[in-house]
């Protein structure tokens, strides 16, 4: 393949992820939260985030997760929760791309480190936004829940890394 | 469909068909566990009955009530919005919030020290303190 077909190839790669990712979160949206906390997501856009990290690489899974969080609140968010998926998503993001890079992870291991950190990081900006360190009662189960829907994003993540055809990577 | 080779080193740690879990994962999850467990057990220890529940708006306290009075009180929020304080015997819960999500409404009936209730949208955090405790708005509104 030409260097001009495979950078055109990873433009449309790149904005068919952004947009499964934004997809993910308008799914999410609709989601009721089932405990009343916040902060508590599933987290279905990190599939994206993780297949991203794992079969583009460390550069493309920060670009697609920017890009999503910056059109989800044009989208449907304000700068509250601009604030919010910012600060969770970029260290979560962070987390996940030095975990994988030690070589020592699967998926798994990655995507519940990255889990928890989301979570810590939307409790970090209710701290300073709140000014309040009243919201640290959350820290449990918004912990538990990180880990619980780290795995579970994890597994679905790897098998989705694992099947997808060498030619998109490429 | 081509599938990826299974020494790939984009593919680390998976082969064709499943993830290989390795030992840091299983070490981390279980790391992660017991400082879930460590978290729960300190709030359990150090939690204790309050005494007065606190009325924040934009980190600003603008009202305090004991716990042992039933009470209603309208919580003028940031922006125009309001929620409904009230407090029934010796527990504290939101009722009817003008914010979208009304996630606050869901977060139950607090009484234990350090224990809140927030409804981001509106800004505002109701939150429990114990006896000993300043209560805060006293030295705020004088
Ligand atoms: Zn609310």
């Known amino acids: 393949m030409t260097p001009r077909n495979s950078s055109t190839k990873k433009i449309a790669t790149y904005g068919m992820m952004v947009a499964l990712a934004l997809i993910m979160s308008y799914i999410e949206a609709q989601i009721p939260a089932l405990i009343a906390v916040p902060g508590m997501k599933l987290g279905l856009t990190n599939i994206v985030v993780v297949v991203a990290l794992y079969v583009f690489g460390s550069k493309s899974a920060m670009f697609i997760n920017i890009i999503r969080i910056l059109l989800v609140s044009f989208l449907f968010g304000s700068a509250t929760s601009f604030a919010f998926s910012i600060t969770g998503g970029m260290l979560s993001t962070v987390l996940m791309i030095v975990l994988k890079k030690t070589g020592r992870f699967s998926t798994i291991g990655v995507s519940a480190a990255g889990g928890i950190t989301h979570n810590i990081g939307q409790i970090l900006v209710a701290v300073l936004l709140l000014h309040t360190v009243a919201v640290a009662w959350y820290l449990p189960i918004l912990w538990i829940s990180g880990i619980v829907s780290g795995i579970i994003i994890g597994l679905i993540s790897g098998l989705i890394a694992s099947r997808l055809p060498e030619s998109i990577s490429k | ?142």
């Open chain 2, 1 to 142: 469909m081509q599938r990826r080779p299974v020494h790939s080193d984009r593919m680390l740690g998976m082969d064709n068909s499943q993830i290989k879990v390795k030992k840091s994962d299983i070490v981390l999850i279980v790391a992660l566990l017991v400082g879930f467990l460590a978290m729960i057990t300190v709030l359990t220890l150090t939690k204790s009955g309050g005494a007065y529940v606190v009325v924040s708006v934009d980190s600003v306290e603008v009202a305090a009530f004991s716990l042992d009075q039933d009470i209603t009180y309208e919580i003028k929020g940031f922006d125009g919005g309001s929620n409904t304080l009230i407090i029934q015997d010796g527990k504290a819960h939101l009722e009817d919030s003008s914010c979208p999500d009304h996630l606050c409404e869901h977060m139950g009936k607090i009484d234990k020290v350090g224990q809140s209730i927030i409804c981001l949208p509106n800004r505002v955090v109701v939150e429990i303190r114990g006896a000993g405790d300043d209560k805060g708005f006293d030295t705020i509104s004088s």
